[in-house]
Protein backbone atom coordinates (compact mmCIF):
# COMPACT_ATOMS: atom_id res chain seq x y z
CA UNK A 1 0.00 0.00 0.00
CA UNK A 2 1.28 3.52 -1.17
CA UNK A 3 0.10 6.43 1.11
CA UNK A 4 -0.05 9.69 1.08
CA UNK A 5 -0.29 12.08 4.33
CA UNK A 6 -1.16 15.51 3.82
CA UNK A 7 -3.33 18.52 6.32
CA UNK A 8 -0.22 19.29 8.59
CA UNK A 9 0.51 22.90 9.89
CA UNK A 10 1.08 25.57 12.35
CA UNK A 11 -2.21 26.16 14.69
CA UNK A 12 -2.32 27.64 18.02
CA UNK A 13 -2.87 25.66 21.17
CA UNK A 14 -6.74 24.61 21.60
CA UNK A 15 -7.01 24.70 17.47
CA UNK A 16 -8.22 22.08 15.78
CA UNK A 17 -6.79 20.40 12.61
CA UNK A 18 -7.46 17.32 10.50
CA UNK A 19 -4.98 15.05 8.37
CA UNK A 20 -5.19 12.96 5.95
CA UNK A 21 -3.93 10.01 4.20
CA UNK A 22 -4.66 8.58 0.77
CA UNK A 23 -4.21 5.32 -0.07
CA UNK A 24 -3.37 3.27 -2.62
CA UNK A 25 -2.31 -0.35 -3.60
CA UNK A 26 -3.54 -3.14 -2.09
CA UNK A 27 -7.39 -4.11 -0.60
CA UNK A 28 -7.30 -1.19 1.86
CA UNK A 29 -10.21 -2.26 3.23
CA UNK A 30 -8.39 -5.50 4.89
CA UNK A 31 -5.33 -3.25 6.63
CA UNK A 32 -5.50 -1.99 10.29
CA UNK A 33 -4.36 1.67 9.38
CA UNK A 34 -2.56 4.21 12.10
CA UNK A 35 -0.96 7.62 12.88
CA UNK A 36 1.93 7.60 14.74
CA UNK A 37 4.40 11.02 15.14
CA UNK A 38 7.93 11.91 15.90
CA UNK A 39 8.73 14.78 17.55
CA UNK A 40 11.95 16.05 17.35
CA UNK A 41 15.25 14.19 19.24
CA UNK A 42 12.51 11.63 19.99
CA UNK A 43 11.51 8.33 18.72
CA UNK A 44 8.59 7.52 16.70
CA UNK A 45 5.24 7.01 18.91
CA UNK A 46 1.81 4.84 18.22
CA UNK A 47 -1.11 8.20 18.44
CA UNK A 48 -4.10 6.42 16.81
CA UNK A 49 -5.05 3.10 14.88
CA UNK A 50 -8.23 2.21 13.77
CA UNK A 51 -8.92 -1.79 12.47
CA UNK A 52 -9.63 -3.05 8.78
CA UNK A 53 -13.52 -2.56 9.19
CA UNK A 54 -13.39 0.79 11.28
CA UNK A 55 -14.85 -0.79 14.69
CA UNK A 56 -11.88 -0.99 16.44
CA UNK A 57 -10.44 2.17 17.97
CA UNK A 58 -6.54 2.61 20.10
CA UNK A 59 -5.17 5.85 21.24
CA UNK A 60 -2.62 7.26 22.95
CA UNK A 61 -3.33 8.28 26.46
CA UNK A 62 -2.18 11.50 25.79
CA UNK A 63 -4.04 12.25 23.12
CA UNK A 64 -7.30 10.12 23.94
CA UNK A 65 -10.41 12.36 24.50
CA UNK A 66 -8.94 14.93 21.88
CA UNK A 67 -8.20 13.33 18.82
CA UNK A 68 -10.52 10.86 16.65
CA UNK A 69 -9.04 8.39 14.17
CA UNK A 70 -11.46 7.14 11.17
CA UNK A 71 -11.44 5.83 7.76
CA UNK A 72 -13.45 5.61 4.85
CA UNK A 73 -12.99 1.79 3.00
CA UNK A 74 -14.50 3.18 0.10
CA UNK A 75 -12.93 6.32 -0.60
CA UNK A 76 -9.07 4.33 0.73
CA UNK A 77 -8.82 7.23 3.12
CA UNK A 78 -7.88 7.82 6.61
CA UNK A 79 -8.12 10.79 8.48
CA UNK A 80 -7.35 12.36 12.02
CA UNK A 81 -9.08 14.45 13.45
CA UNK A 82 -6.70 17.07 16.36
CA UNK A 83 -8.99 18.76 18.81
CA UNK A 84 -7.59 21.05 21.65
CA UNK A 85 -4.27 21.09 20.15
CA UNK A 86 -1.36 21.23 22.65
CA UNK A 87 2.35 22.30 21.99
CA UNK A 88 3.24 19.11 22.86
CA UNK A 89 1.56 17.36 20.30
CA UNK A 90 4.36 19.34 17.73
CA UNK A 91 5.57 16.50 15.57
CA UNK A 92 5.84 15.30 12.06
CA UNK A 93 2.86 13.08 11.91
CA UNK A 94 2.89 9.66 9.36
CA UNK A 95 -0.07 7.86 8.56
CA UNK A 96 0.75 3.65 8.49
CA UNK A 97 -0.35 0.44 7.22
CA UNK A 98 -0.25 -2.69 9.01
CA UNK A 99 2.13 -5.64 8.17
CA UNK A 100 -0.80 -8.27 7.72
CA UNK A 101 -4.78 -8.83 6.94
CA UNK A 102 -7.10 -8.35 9.15
CA UNK A 103 -4.72 -7.47 12.39
CA UNK A 104 -5.07 -5.13 14.53
CA UNK A 105 -2.29 -2.54 14.93
CA UNK A 106 -0.91 -1.68 18.51
CA UNK A 107 2.51 -0.35 17.71
CA UNK A 108 5.52 0.34 15.53
CA UNK A 109 6.62 -3.29 14.87
CA UNK A 110 3.35 -3.68 13.35
CA UNK A 111 3.53 -1.56 10.73
CA UNK A 112 4.34 -2.67 6.51
CA UNK A 113 4.52 0.78 5.43
CA UNK A 114 4.83 4.45 6.23
CA UNK A 115 3.34 7.26 4.59
CA UNK A 116 6.02 10.19 3.76
CA UNK A 117 4.69 12.49 6.79
CA UNK A 118 3.61 15.71 7.56
CA UNK A 119 4.31 18.51 10.30
CA UNK A 120 2.24 19.60 12.84
CA UNK A 121 3.30 22.69 15.04
CA UNK A 122 1.09 23.71 17.71
CA UNK A 123 2.33 27.18 19.36
CA UNK A 124 1.75 27.91 22.73
Known amino acids: VQLQASGGGLVRAGESLRLSCAASGRTFSNYAMGWFRQAPGKEREFVAT????????YYANSVKGRFTISRDNAKNTLSLQMNRAKPEDTAVYYC??????????????????WGQGTLVTVSS
Open 50 to 57: ISSSGGGL
Open 96 to 113: AVRNAEFADMRGVADVGS
